[in-house]
């Protein structure tokens, strides 16, 4: 098993950046793809951004392509976001996932599914004012 704990989260105003964090304790930490997801009041939880393994893949959903960046660091058990640019619509709990599928490229194709990923983190909030 792994656990997962975001933090970064925050206010923030129309244009500004944050970084979000999602550190891991258990499991050895490269044996997970980590996808980000996030929900807005009264919305659906959705994608916003993954990375394999070992971080040579990346997927964004196309709402923050060229805004975001995900990233990982194995050696640390945590996988960043940037988030640039931010828009008010942005505003949401933000929450990392992980998932114990098998290396491959069945599995790099699912990642913006939210039935993929095994382990939830608790989420962080993040408040974009216009």
């Known amino acids: 098993q792994v656990q997962l704990v975001e933090s970064g989260g925050g206010l923030v105003q129309a244009g500004g950046s944050l970084r979000l964090s999602c550190a891991a304790s258990g499991r050895t930490f490269s044996d997970y793809a980590v996808g980000w997801f996030r929900q807005a009041p009264g919305k659906d939880r959705e994608f916003v951004a993954a990375?394999?393994?070992?971080?040579?893949?990346?997927n964004y959903a196309d709402s923050v392509k060229g805004r975001f960046t995900i990233s990982r660091d194995n050696a640390k058990n945590t996988v960043y976001v940037v988030m640039n640019s931010l828009k008010p619509e942005d505003t949401a709990v933000y929450y990392c996932?992980?998932?114990?599928?098998?290396?491959?490229?069945?599995?790099?194709?699912?990642?913006?599914?939210?039935?993929?990923?095994?382990?939830w983190g608790q989420g962080t909030q993040v408040t974009v004012s216009s």
């Open positions: 990375i394999s393994w070992s971080g040579n893949s990346r």
């Open positions: 996932a992980a998932t114990e599928g098998p290396r491959s490229f069945a599995t790099l194709g699912r990642l913006h599914y939210l039935g993929t990923y095994d382990y």
